[in-house]
């Protein structure tokens, strides 16, 4: 099967991540604590750490980073972008009677939430929801383009659904 160069890249930069945070090891010698470490490291590795704090070095920038004035790498980017690959690899390394088991197999982050970044985002407070919800639309406005301004027509198009969907799912 053939694999696409973008793929191949992202195997290798999580390989590299693997070896800068713990060391170079073999295969055979990688243990489930390891992989623990790794994410745990990960997850404080400061995001653009190698602009920020000019080196190369993550521990580097992690031991820089202890006051955490700078965002670390989401719990998101930490599964999808360097714990699948080395799973996936550690799974090859498997499948090839390399290794015993997948050291990795059962280790996972947690919160990690919708793609979208989900993770980082409040929910709105009840003044938040008051405020959009005492809106005109919400009772009676002018209708068409003036869902804002108090009137006498009741809108029950999408306008007024698609919120009220969106606060009960």
């Known amino acids: 099967k053939k694999i696409e160069e973008g793929t191949k890249?992202?195997?290798?930069?999580?390989?590299?991540m693997f070896d800068r945070l713990m060391g170079a090891?073999?295969?055979?010698?990688?243990?489930?604590?390891?992989?623990?470490?790794?994410?745990?490291?990960?997850l404080?590795?400061?995001?653009?750490?190698?602009?920020l704090f000019k080196t190369d070095n993550p521990l580097t920038a992690i031991a820089k980073n202890q006051n955490g004035?700078?965002?670390t790498i989401s719990p998101r980017t930490v599964s999808a972008g360097y714990l699948t690959y080395v799973r996936q690899i550690l799974d090859w390394a498997y499948e090839?009677?390399?290794?015993?088991?997948?050291p990795a197999?059962?280790?996972?982050?947690?919160?990690?939430?919708?793609?979208?970044?989900?993770?980082?985002?409040?929910?709105?407070?009840?003044?938040?929801l008051r405020a959009i919800f005492s809106q005109p639309l919400y009772a009676q406005c002018r209708g068409g383009e003036r869902l804002f301004q108090t009137?006498?027509?009741?809108?029950?198009?999408?306008?007024?659904?698609?919120?009220l969907l969106m606060l009960f799912t």
Do not use: C
């Open 9 to 16: 890249n992202k195997y290798r930069v999580a390989a590299d």
């Open 25 to 42: 090891k073999k295969l055979a010698d990688i243990t489930s604590d390891d992989i623990k470490t790794y994410r745990n490291r990960l």
């Open 44 to 51: 404080e590795t400061p995001r653009n750490y190698k602009k």
């Open 69 to 71: 004035d700078a965002p």
């Open 96 to 102: 090839q009677d390399i290794i015993p088991l997948n």
């Open 105 to 128: 197999e059962v280790i996972s982050v947690k919160n990690t939430m919708s793609k979208s970044g989900a993770e980082d985002r409040l929910p709105f407070s009840g003044a938040d």
């Open 151 to 163: 009137g006498k027509v009741m809108v029950r198009d999408h306008r007024f659904w698609v919120p």
